[in-house]
Structures are given as C-alpha cells and as structure tokens.
C-alpha cells in the first residue's frame, strides 16, 4: 500500500468542480486588487455617515426626545387605564 502526497487530479475536478478550481487560481490574483479598491469605498461610506451624522446631530436629539415624550405619554394612559379599571364601581 502506497501513501498519496498529492490527490489524483481527476478527484480533484470532481470534487472541487470547475468553478472550485477557477476560483483557487483567480482569487490570490484579484485579492490585492479588490482589497485596494474596496478599502477606499469602504473609508468613503464610513466618512459619509460620520458627516451625516454630524449634519444632522440636533435632529437626531430632537427625534429622540420626541420619542421619549411619546413613549412617557402611552405609560402615562396606560397607567390611568388601569387605575379607572380598579376604580369600584358605585351603584
């Protein structure tokens, strides 16, 4: 019985396909290439949402306290809901 150091070839196809083997030759290729162009995009997107941030910062506030004051008005009937629920009924 002999030991196999590399598969045979005709496996290989098999098992990985062609797609499987274009793809293990391509990608060292093209890594360096999309990594160089998506770091920019990548850097540009985070910029923009930092300055959109930024930009509209007191609106966000804003928003939030309105949000605040919705949420502490719908306890607030919630609360009186129940307290008329609990109320005895005089008859």
Do not use: C, H
């Not at 007191?58 to 502490?72: K, Q």
Request: glycine fraction near 10%; proline fraction near 5%.
């Amino acid at each position: 019985m002999s030991v196999k150091l590399l598969p045979d070839l005709g496996d290989l196809v098999e098992g990985l396909g062609v797609t499987g083997i274009v793809g293990i030759i391509i990608v060292p290729v093209f890594l360096p290439l999309i990594g160089s162009v998506g770091r920019p995009i990548a850097k540009a997107m985070v910029k923009n949402g930092i300055l959109f941030y930024e930009k509209n910062k007191a609106a966000l506030t804003e928003l939030g306290e309105t949000w605040e004051d919705i949420i502490s008005e719908a306890r607030s009937e919630i609360g009186e809901q129940r307290m008329k629920s609990a109320e005895p009924m005089d008859t």
